[in-house]
């Protein structure tokens, strides 16, 4: 899948006396034909303006229909801005122009597992690997897949058959990581975990999955440790800033806790449990009012609408 988008200035070209905008020269080098558009989707696509680019792709499909490769592009385009089901259809139809594209069935696979339609999902990725067996990326999709059916040991399978493949994957580890999780090997995860952060130092979470063993292990110091270096990477984490209140709070360390829990709020306004916690923190704290306001909006957040303000005391 295409990487992520930068957005840029308007940028200007100067052809003989004329300056032109980019957009501009675009219409002017090429024909208003399918391909034209489709060029034109791909450079929009590449400078970072996603809707553009879906709206050339359509133009193009709708001069040419029969393009699989310009469905999959646009399927791709559609997974990116989270539209998982328009995307599915984009996949479908480049397949049935084109059977056989693996890596149009590796993407409708993954937008089927978003879908939560991991039978679907799995039966793309198989088909993958019939067609290409040393397919790391199929098998850690399909990893995936079987996890989602609760098939752990199946999940495990296959990612130690993408690891074998790629052995410097990151996210093979970690996704073997959370499958040992899920079988209540912690100690296992822990050690997946950690090999994950060791090819991949940004890996967010997995200090972030640690941390949680952690805290479950009884290891609290550790796994304040695993949230502060999880936020680091990415400050606005919420679930993050959350545990990190958690764990705070059993240390006893008020203020730290409250702190965590303001931040959470700050992230996330909605974030109930988050009130709830906060509230009672500012109770032992003595900030009996603090603590109401907070036990208040947990209890409207939770209910879905508006309490009447708690009264005067």
Do not use: C
């Not at 957005?7 to 980019?22: C, D, E, N, P, R």
């Not at 909006?297 to 009264?311: F, R, V, Y």
């Amino acid at each position: 899948m295409r990487g992520g988008f930068v957005k840029s200035f308007l940028v200007i070209m100067v052809i003989g006396t004329t300056i032109l905008a980019i957009g501009d020269a675009w219409r002017w080098a090429t024909s208003n034909t399918a391909a034209g558009h489709l060029r034109h989707a791909d450079d929009l696509w590449d400078r970072g303006y996603p809707d553009e680019a879906i709206a050339e792709y359509r133009e193009s499909l709708r001069r040419n229909p029969k393009n699989a490769d310009a469905h999959f592009k646009l399927g791709e385009a559609l997974a990116n801005k989270g539209d998982q089901a328009a995307a599915a259809t984009e996949f479908r139809e480049s397949l049935r122009l084109k059977p056989g594209n693996v890596d149009a069935l590796n993407s409708l696979g993954v937008a089927l597992l978003n879908l939560g339609d991991p039978d679907g999902a799995l039966t793309n990725f198989e088909q993958v690997i019939r067609l290409k067996p040393n397919n790391e990326v199929a098998h850690l999709n399909l990893g995936n897949a079987l996890e989602d059916k609760g098939d752990h040991d199946g999940a495990i399978r296959e990612y130690r058959e993408s690891l074998r493949l790629s052995p410097y994957s990151p996210d093979a580890h970690y996704n073997i990581g959370n499958s040992l999780y899920n079988k209540k090997d912690l100690k296992g995860a822990v050690a997946e975990y950690d090999e994950a952060k060791r090819l991949d130092v940004g890996y967010v979470s997995a200090y972030f999955n640690t941390g949680i063993v952690m805290a479950e292990t009884g290891e609290n110091d550790r796994a304040i440790e695993e949230f502060q270096k999880a936020l680091r990477l990415k400050p606005d984490s919420v679930q993050a800033h959350y545990n990190l209140g958690l764990a705070f709070e059993r240390k006893g360390d008020r203020e730290d806790a409250i702190a965590e829990f303001r931040a959470t709020i700050r992230l996330k306004p909605d974030h109930a449990e988050a009130h709830e916690h906060l509230g009672t923190e500012l109770e032992r704290k003595g900030d009996r009012e603090g603590a109401l306001r907070e036990k208040h909006d947990a209890a409207e957040i939770k209910l879905g609408h508006e309490l009447p303000a708690s009264p005067p005391r």
